[in-house]
């Protein structure tokens, strides 16, 4: 191909030479630069803490302009607010479990939108189901109880057929819920949020030349996912975080449309120990010392990182570990375009799915404090008493260019999936062999994982019981990734105090599968 065609076609196609800026940015997101500052949220502006009282909280939903790379200008949507004489961007909203949150949603936006409390069990008409998706210009009230655990939720678009789009475009942020248990450890290790408790977003992005996030609209890209090549945390790229020689707290969230992460600590190339605290809804019984964790799209994961053996200068890496993406049999089935044809090529980013990078840099500056002993207790798990419990048969699978929950595509109309209002039921999820990790996402309900069957190799290694179960399965999850050819079993009580039926989804949260159709209604009906 001619040099000037190939370009036009490169940009045309969005192929990421010319027109995602990663061709600039390349050496350095796989290397080592990091020197931008990681953003940390203050108490106001941009990713704020808004701690929620009793008054109602307005979130206008607008486009805006935000400099994201290098103080180059790009599209932005968020959720402003003023609270307590305050404006905040996308704020991270904490409250104590068991308050009142009133919440008006004000479209600000020329498309529909609606919000969804991702993880938090409210009523299916405060849950942001797509049929409750509101015009530009209309509002939308929510008032509920938060009756969850202590724990690092979020919120973020449900648009019908939009939420890919928007939540790419910033319509996302944390919802942080207190109880008895999260003070007692923040007292227990002197934590302080915003300073040595971090949240932590993890996005990947594109940006045209101009650092402009572009939004893929190729077919591929929508089958498989959006990919970017450029990773930010707290919507900085190359973040560097100056750490002193003590305990951190980082609770992290994984807020990418499609990319998975395997999460691991390195010093001089080694693997520095780590212990996990909590999972997407809450702490877990106790810390359990890992190296590694996997975080699928709109997964949590809280852990406690000790620098305290670490001396000034010293730097570590939060990396993302190569995995395997397991796409080698699908590949072969689609057209013999090859693994790194699908995965790299064809309008994706350079930065495959499963490739190694850097996320973050830690650089060990100023004094320590005496290292405190991480408390042997840090919650209860109560088991969900599964006996008489139905179970339940969920297959995912693909039909061309689709991804299929038991053989079906999104109907709004449709409800494939009644569970009984206070009963049990065990799922159990059963991704097909040839086929992508998809991260299975249940609104208005908790759930625990009973078992894995049928691992991959780099999952079954990181077993911690006979069931198969990973570290993050032994706590309370909203979303769980099943890898090909896996099957995951699932507990779910389906016990709610709420009038009626209620109507909810389940679904991928790899947004383009969800916009595309992997999600199906689930009604769970009055008691
Ligand atoms: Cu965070 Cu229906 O999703
Ligand atoms: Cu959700
Ligand atoms: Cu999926």
């Given amino acids: ?80 607010t003023q609270y307590g004489g305050k404006t905040f961007q996308n704020p991270i909203i904490r409250v104590r479990r068991g308050a009142q949150l009133k919440a008006r949603l004000q479209n600000g936006l020329k498309e529909p939108t609606i919000i969804h409390w991702h993880g938090l069990h409210v009523p299916g008409v405060m849950d942001g189901h797509p049929r409750l998706t509101i015009a530009p210009g209309a509002y939308y009230d929510y008032e509920f109880t938060v009756a969850n655990r202590g724990g690092t939720y979020w919120y973020h678009t449900h648009a019908h057929n939009l939420t890919a789009k928007q939540a790419y475009f910033g319509l996302a942020s944390f919802f942080i819920v207190e109880d008895e248990d999260e003070l007692a450890l923040r007292a227990a290790m002197q934590l302080e949020f915003g300073v040595t408790d971090l949240p932590l977003v993890i996005q990947d992005k594109q940006f045209d030349a101009a650092g402009a996030l572009v939004y893929g609209s190729d077919p591929m890209q929508q089958m498989m996912g959006q990919l970017g090549d450029t990773i930010l945390v707290n919507l900085t790229p190359q973040p560097q975080l100056n750490v002193a020689p003590r305990l951190y707290r980082f609770r992290i969230l994984n807020g990418s449309n499609s990319r998975i992460y395997r999460l691991a600590f390195l010093r001089q190339n080694k693997m520095l120990p780590y212990a996990i605290i909590g999972t997407d809804a809450g702490l877990l019984d106790r810390p359990y010392s ?57 309008g994706r980013s350079s930065l495959a799915l499963g490739a190694e990078f850097e996320i973050m840099k830690l650089v060990v500056a100023g004094k320590g404090a005496t290292a405190l002993p991480l408390p042997s207790r840090l919650s209860t798990i109560a088991r969900i008493d599964t006996r008489g419990a139905i179970v339940r048969q969920i297959d995912l699978s693909t039909e ?14 449709e409800y494939p999936i009644e569970s009984r209002g206070n009963t049990t039921e065990l799922w159990d999820i059963q991704n097909a062999q040839r086929s992508m990790p998809h991260p299975m996402h249940m609104h ?54 709420y009038k009626g039926d209620q109507t909810y989804v389940f ?11 992997m999600m199906v209604n689930h009604r769970v009906t009055a008691a």
């Fill in 400 to 413: 061309g260019m689709r991804w299929l929950i038991n053989g079906r595509s999104f109907n709004m109309d």
């Fill in 1 to 80: 191909m001619e040099r000037r065609t190939f370009l036009q076609y490169a940009a045309a196609s969005g192929l990421g030479i010319l027109s995602s800026g990663c061709f600039f940015k390349s050496a350095s997101s796989n290397g080592t630069a990091g020197n931008t500052p990681l953003f940390i949220p203050g108490n106001s502006g941009k990713l704020g803490v808004l701690d929620m009282s009793d008054a109602p909280i307005t979130l206008n939903t607008r486009a805006v302009t935000l400099p994201l790379i290098q103080g180059k200008p790009s599209p932005f949507l968020i959720y402003e």
């Fill in 507 to 517: 679904h991928c949260h790899n947004l383009e599968h969800e916009d595309q159709g």
């Fill in 290 to 346: 890992a190296q590694e964790v996997f975080l699928a799209p709109a997964e949590r994961v809280d852990i406690l990182f000790d620098a305290s053996g670490l001396a000034a200068g010293d730097e570590v890496s939060l990396k993302s570990l190569a995995f395997n993406a397991m796409d080698n049999e699908m590949m072969s089935g689609m057209g013999g375009m090859g693994r790194g044809g699908m995965m790299n090529g064809m």
């Fill in 444 to 497: 208005g309900f908790s759930f625990q994982v009973v078992s894995r069957r049928n691992s991959p190799e780099q999952i079954r290694k990181l077993a911690q019981d006979s069931d198969g179960r990973t570290i993050t399965d032994l706590g309370w999850k909203d979303t769980i990734l099943v890898w090909p050819g896996e099957t995951v079993r699932i507990a779910i009580d389906f016990t709610h105090a």
